[in-house]
């Protein structure tokens, strides 16, 4: 690779995150990261439950 490949792939990069880093407003950051805690959460829940739901549902089978 050239070195001015590397500068213009750098500079495309660079522009669009600043361009997108730009556009959000802590609200949306904010948000989205309680989104993302909610939805950690229910996938754990969800995950433990139905681990116990096939553990219950074997040992059931096995008798």
Do not use: P
């Not at 904010?30 to 549902?57: D, E, H, Q, T, Y």
């Amino acid at each position: 690779m050239l070195q001015s490949d590397k500068g213009t792939i750098i500079g495309t990069v660079g522009g669009t995150v600043l361009s997108t880093v730009h556009s959000l407003s802590f609200n949306d950051i904010g948000k989205s990261v309680i989104l993302g805690a909610i939805g950690a959460c229910v996938s754990f829940i969800v995950s433990m439950f139905l681990r116990w739901v096939v553990g219950f549902a074997r040992s059931k089978l096995k008798r």
